[in-house]
T-cell receptor, first 111, second 112 residues
Framework: KQEVTQIPAALSVPEGENLVLNCSFTDSAIYNLQWFRQDPGKGLTSLLLIQSSQREQTSGRLNASLDKSSGRSTLYIAASQPGDSATYLCAVNFGNEKLTFGTGTRLTIIP | DTEVTQTPKHLVMGMTNKKSLKCEQHMGHRAMYWYKQKAKKPPELMFVYSYEKLSINESVPSRFSPECPNSSLLNLHLHALQPEDSALYLC???????????FGPGTRLTVT
C-alpha cells in the first residue's frame, strides 16, 4: 500500500530558528512530490513541487529535498517567522494521477 | 494568475435539501479535482475530471454528483446529505493530470 507519513505531528520552534519538516513514503516509484501549507479553516497553498528527476527545489526561505531511494523528503525553512505558523502537508503522486497526502505537521513559531 | 475560486464560502443545509458547490479557474488547466477534508485530517480525493470527462471517482456515495460544464468550471451537486458529510470541500486544478495542483479556499459545509 502506498502511504505517506509525516513526523512529528506538531512542532514548536522559537522565532528566527531554522527548521526541518520530514515526509516519508513507502514506494520509491513516485512521479512527483508537492509541499503545501494550510492555515486553519483555509485552503491549501502550494509551496514547492519536486519532480521525480529532481533532488531539490528552492523558493525564498524554503528548500525541499527529495531522496527517492530512502523514501524521504524534507522541507527546510530558514529564519522562521511567526507567519510561518501553519500545518504543512506533504503529498506524493505515485503515478496514478492522484495525490496521497501525509497527515501533516502543525508548526508553531514562538515570537 | 494561479487562483481557484470557490462559492459559497460557507453553506448550511438540511438533510432533505439540494445545493451545489461551484469551483472556477481561468488558468487554462485541463484537470480539476474535488476533495473532502474533515477536521485535523488530510484532504481525501473524491473526483477527478480530465478534459471535462470524469477520470476518477473514489467510490463516493451518489448523494454527491459532480459536473464539469466546461473547462473552467466544476460543480458538486449535493442531495440528501448526512451530518457526517459536514466538512471542508476543496477544489483544485492542474495543467494536466499529475501536474502541480492549485487549491481553492474551500467551502465549509454543515449538514443539520
Amino acid at each position: 500500500k502506498q502511504e505517506v507519513t509525516q513526523i512529528p505531528a506538531a512542532l514548536s520552534v522559537p522565532e528566527g530558528e531554522n527548521l526541518v519538516l520530514n515526509c516519508s513514503f513507502t514506494d520509491s516509484a513516485i512521479y512527483n512530490l508537492q509541499w503545501f501549507r494550510q492555515d486553519p479553516g483555509k485552503g491549501l497553498t502550494s509551496l514547492l513541487l519536486i519532480q521525480s528527476s529532481q533532488r531539490e527545489q528552492t523558493s525564498g526561505r524554503l528548500n525541499a529535498s527529495l531522496d527517492k531511494s530512502s523514501g524521504r523528503s524534507t522541507l527546510y525553512i530558514a529564519a522562521s517567522q511567526p507567519g510561518d505558523s501553519a500545518t504543512y502537508l506533504c503529498a506524493v503522486n505515485f503515478g496514478n494521477e492522484k495525490l496521497t497526502f501525509g497527515t501533516g505537521t502543525r508548526l508553531t513559531i514562538i515570537p | 494568475d494561479t487562483e481557484v475560486t470557490q462559492t459559497p464560502k460557507h453553506l448550511v443545509m438540511g438533510m432533505t435539501n439540494k445545493k451545489s458547490l461551484k469551483c472556477e479557474q481561468h488558468m487554462g488547466h485541463r484537470a480539476m479535482y474535488w476533495y473532502k477534508q474533515k477536521a485535523k485530517k488530510p484532504p481525501e480525493l473524491m473526483f477527478v475530471y480530465s478534459y471535462e470527462k470524469l477520470s476518477i471517482n473514489e467510490s463516493v456515495p451518489s448523494r454527491f454528483s459532480p459536473e464539469c460544464p466546461n473547462s473552467s468550471l466544476l460543480n458538486l451537486h449535493l442531495h440528501a446529505l448526512q451530518p457526517e458529510d459536514s466538512a471542508l470541500y476543496l477544489c483544485a486544478s492542474s495543467q494536466d493530470r499529475s501536474y502541480e495542483q492549485y487549491f481553492g479556499p474551500g467551502t465549509r459545509l454543515t449538514v443539520t
